[in-house]
């Protein structure tokens, strides 16, 4: 699998962790654990080789990424601080949301950061259930059903 959206110099592409994760590692690392500092020994997980990863490319340069797990979890989205604000995260989440309904799934969840709710419910995604802290970090569970397409 290596699906692939194009718009002028943005180019998203979908595949395994082993196709990807050149890619996709040192995104996740900037953003994770040098900005955020979340322990390096807990930001890749036995989850990357089973998930279909999505990454953001900009004139050839990887610049975000995200990953949707088999039991429909969207996970590891990551946007490089210059590219925030500028749409890529919202085209690489609609990519991972596309290819979920691709796959029948009936929901999507995630454990979004407390200060990206917004980001996600622009989405359509609903939180649920108290904030709890991940590696330090203030996060909420959210889910978007997906309503039957005619």
């Known amino acids: 699998m290596n699906t692939q959206e194009e718009n002028e110099s943005l180019r998203i592409v979908?595949?395994?962790w082993a196709d990807l994760q050149h890619d996709a590692m040192p995104v996740r690392f900037t953003?994770?654990?040098q900005e955020q500092?979340?322990?390096?020994e807990i930001e890749l997980d036995e989850f990357d080789a089973e998930s279909v990863h999505a990454v953001a490319y900009d004139q050839g340069r990887a610049i975000?990424?995200?990953?949707?797990?088999?039991?429909?979890h969207i996970g590891r989205m990551a946007v490089l601080q210059?590219?925030?604000?500028?749409g890529v995260g919202s085209r690489l989440?609609?990519?991972?949301i596309q290819h979920a309904r691709t796959l029948d799934y009936p929901v999507v969840e995630l454990s979004a950061q407390c200060h990206a709710r917004a980001f996600y419910e622009r989405h359509g995604f609903q939180a649920y259930g108290d904030v709890y802290l991940d590696?330090?970090?203030d996060h909420i569970a959210m889910r978007l059903v997906f309503v039957p397409e005619d």
């Open 14 to 16: 979908l595949g395994n």
């Open 31 to 33: 953003v994770f654990v």
């Open 37 to 40: 500092k979340v322990p390096e």
């Open 64 to 72: 975000a990424t995200g990953r949707l797990l088999p039991d429909g």
């Open 82 to 86: 210059e590219f925030r604000g500028t």
């Open 93 to 96: 989440l609609k990519a991972l």
């Open 135 to 137: 590696a330090g970090i």
